[in-house]
């Protein structure tokens, strides 16, 4: 390509040859990180390439090499930052391993998440990574026929050709109930995480916990946003007034925000009043004039453990999948306390109305 007759066209390798006085071959092998370059040719490259504004084209690199070098990640809510602490630890192992991340959110709808792994598929990934997946099962399956796919923070699933990274969340519910109880509280109410991904089993560890101290369990409808948490609260406030429950386990720290602010916004002090327990200790529940109780993923070791999984199907140093169930840890922070010398006689038991609440049910 003459660039002088197109001086807006990208530049080629061709080019940066050209520009550093050697072949093509040599620039490839630099490009790619080869120890056999001598370090003045290796110079001489990478200036020419910076000069030009050269970078290289990682699909058309896979496609010669017929190895792709792509790892797809497909995130289920990019506001949350529990995700992207995830994705920290995915790129540490997938730099280290020379693959670069393609990143797609199917922003917690299955059409969407569908397609954003369509989508992903497209780009002929060595291997694809969900998180926080509410697509079907089968659309997964058909998936993991074609590429290594690895789930994280994902529902229970039966199937047998992909590899899983979870924490138990069943425990942490159990961890943040237990805490609760500690405290002495006796009217604890769940706001779960409705459809998303780990919800049910959160769900389950609450329902266990509370029947474990001989208490009546109580779950509210909810999903993992901070307006769902809000929406939640209010709807308990206009539905219980004078009847509240006196301790809140959150479906993750984002809902337990919106339940804070819905309680402020009622005159009710957190956590004075009412206590609150979040689940993930993003960076957020750790910001100082929230510093929300609540339970620890490990986050960013679950995106190494799943790139690690994914690099060893990748190269074939194993074909069994693997499922690795980690082990969450409560955080105390400040806004869960002892319950109020003189808390309302009875617990919520009633459906408010419009939203779908379990008092003693199953998950």
């Known amino acids: 390509m003459d660039r002088a007759a197109n001086p807006g066209a990208r530049p080629t390798m061709e080019d940066v040859a050209r520009r550093a006085g050697v072949s093509r071959a040599l620039v490839s092998l630099v490009m790619r990180g080869s120890p056999k370059v001598s370090e003045q040719r290796r110079t001489a490259v990478l200036r020419a390439a910076r000069e030009l504004g050269y970078r290289p084209h990682v699909m058309a ?57 369509n989508s992903l598929l497209s780009f002929r990934p060595a291997g694809v990574a969900l998180l926080g997946p509410v697509v079907s099962a089968a659309e997964i399956g058909l998936a993991a026929q074609q590429v290594p796919i690895v789930l994280v923070a994902a529902r229970p699933t039966r199937l047998s050709n992909v590899d899983i ?86 479906a993750n720290d984002y809902n337990a925000v919106g339940a804070i602010s819905a309680l402020e916004e009622a005159g009710l002090r957190v956590p004075e009043e009412v206590s609150v327990v979040g689940y993930d200790n993003t960076s957020l529940a750790a910001l100082r004039h929230l510093s929300l109780t609540t339970v620890d993923q490990p986050r960013t070791e679950m995106g190494r453990l799943a790139a690690e999984a994914l690099v060893q199907r990748i190269r074939g140093q194993r074909s069994e999948p693997v499922h690795q169930l980690l082990h969450p840890s409560l955080v105390v922070r400040s806004t ?28």
């Open 61 to 117: 690199r896979s496609l010669a090499s017929r190895t792709s070098t792509v790892l797809g990640v497909m995130v289920s809510d990019l506001h949350n930052p529990f995700f992207a602490e995830i994705v920290d630890g995915l790129d540490a192992v997938a730099r280290a391993e020379d693959f670069e991340l393609i990143i797609n959110t199917g922003s917690r709808s299955p059409a969407r998440e569908r397609r954003a792994l």
């Open 165 to 250: 990274v979870n924490d138990d969340g069943e425990a942490g519910a159990e961890l943040a109930v237990d805490h609760l109880v500690s405290l002495g509280h006796n009217k604890i109410v769940h706001l779960d995480g409705g459809g998303g991904s780990q919800a049910g089993t959160r769900r389950r560890g609450y329902l266990k916990a509370m029947r474990r101290h001989g208490l009546e369990p109580v779950v509210l409808r909810s999903e993992y946003t901070d307006a769902a948490g809000a929406k939640a609260v209010r709807e308990l406030l206009a539905e219980h007034d004078g009847d509240l429950p006196t301790a809140l386990v959150a």
């Open 336 to 363: 869960t306390a002892h319950p109020p010398l003189h808390p309302p006689p009875q617990s919520p038991t009633r459906q408010p109305a419009g939203k779908s609440a379990t008092a003693g049910g199953t998950s």
